[in-house]
Structure formats: C-alpha cells, structure tokens
C-alpha cells in the first residue's frame, strides 16, 4: 500500500528566507506526485505536479520540487519567502493505474515578518 | 465564471439528524469527489464519481451516502450513523477520472455537530 509522509506539521521562516517543506513517500509501483496548497478557510488549489520526465518541476508563486526516485521523496522549495505565502501545504501521491490521490497530513507555513 | 461552488459554507446538526452538503461544478468535468479534512490528518476520500450514475466508495464512506443524477452536482449526505461527522468537508472536480489529472476544490463546508 501507498503512503505520504510530511515530516513536519508546522514550518515558521522568516519573510525572505528560503523554505524547504519534505515529503517522503513508499510505493512499490511508479507514482505521480503532486503539492497543493489551502489558503485559510479557502479549498486546496494545486502548486505543481511530477507526471514523467525532468525531475525539476516548476509551480506557480515560485515553487519548485525535485522529484528523487532513490530518496522516494518530493521536497518543495522556494527560495524568498512572503507574507502571501502562509498557507498549509499538502503532498499527495498517486499510483499508475488507480483512480484516487493519497494526501499527506499537511504543512503549515508561516511566515514572520 | 467557471469553478465549484459549495453550500453552505457553515452547518450545524444536531446529533442523529441526516444533514446533506451542496457541490455544484460548472467546468464540464467528467469526475468528482468528495474529502474530509481533520486537523493534523490531510484529506481522506469519502466517495468520488467518474461519471454520472455512478460512484465508488473511498476510504472512509461509512456513515455517508451520495447521488450523481447530474453531471454538474454530486450531493454528500451525512447520516446519524457517522459517528464522528464534526469536520471540514471539500468537493473536488477534475476532467476525467485519470489519476494525472488535476483536481480542482471548492471553498468547503464546515460541519459541526452540536
């Protein structure tokens, strides 16, 4: 069975800093791989996702993730933080040839001035 | 406007009253989906639809039903035999049921049992 793991349940950073939010993730099988992010009280709105080729995978609002097939893992990165980025962060996995994501449990991004 | 509307955006029940969630998609989508959403627990599916007139249960469908007699709706019905219903429920759509696909999420319902 498939599972995701987000190592960390809250990030604080300051406004400029550079953030690193983990996700770690086990499955025998080829697996797409997506971020999404939920703005308070709002629904999840998707960053970026892995489907196949390049390993570098470029968002929206400047976020990155690098898929690592060795590590099983797709950290998402930006390199200058915002206010507008405080927000909770979901990885989320999907096996080839099912039909349903499996999300992780969520980080939270906040970020000090 | 395109997009996923729910209602409402609060609700209160009190306990052993069936109460019944509102999604609504106007994008044309093939699929949809229902999730709860518990502090510190991620999402987890209830039901999804890859076509009207039908659904399959997700991880957690006890205690829910649903119906797809439309394309653009896919009512959640919170029976008094969920156990635990207090939570923040989220209706997804994507284009087709393919796992690549991205799904698109209404704002929420926030369910409160009293």
């Known amino acids: 069975a498939q599972s995701v793991t987000q190592l960390d349940s809250q990030v604080p950073v300051f406004e400029e800093a550079p953030v690193e939010l983990r996700c770690n993730y086990s499955?025998?099988?080829?697996?797409?791989l997506f971020w999404y992010v939920q703005y308070p009280n709002q629904g999840l709105q998707l960053l970026l996702k892995?489907?196949?080729?390049?390993?570098l995978v470029k968002g929206i609002n400047g976020f990155e993730a690098e898929f690592n097939k060795s590590q099983t893992s797709f950290h998402l990165r930006k390199p200058s933080v915002h206010i507008s980025d405080t927000a909770e962060y979901f990885c989320?996995?999907?096996?080839?040839?099912?039909?349903?994501?499996?999300f992780g449990q969520g980080t939270r991004l906040t970020i000090n001035p | 406007d395109g997009g996923i509307t729910q209602s409402p955006k609060y609700l209160f029940r009190k306990e052993g009253q069936n109460v019944t969630l509102s999604c609504e998609q106007n994008?044309?989508?093939?699929?949809m989906y229902w999730y709860r959403q518990d502090p510190g627990q991620g999402l987890r599916l209830i039901y999804y639809?890859?076509?009207?007139?039908?659904?399959q249960k997700g991880d957690i469908a006890e205690g829910y039903s649903v119906s797809r007699e439309k394309k653009e709706s896919f009512p959640l019905t919170v029976t008094s035999a969920q156990k635990n219903p207090t939570a923040f429920y989220l209706c997804?759509?994507?284009?087709?049921?393919?796992?690549?696909?991205?799904?698109?999420f209404g704002p929420g319902t926030r369910l409160t049992v009293l």
């Open positions: 639809s890859q076509i009207v007139n039908d659904f």
């Open positions: 994008l044309n989508h093939d699929a």
């Open positions: 499955s025998s099988v080829s697996v797409y």
């Open positions: 989320a996995v999907g096996l080839q040839g099912a039909q349903k994501l499996v």
């Open positions: 892995y489907l196949s080729g390049s390993t």
């Open positions: 997804a759509s994507s284009p087709v049921a393919q796992i690549t696909d991205t799904q698109y």
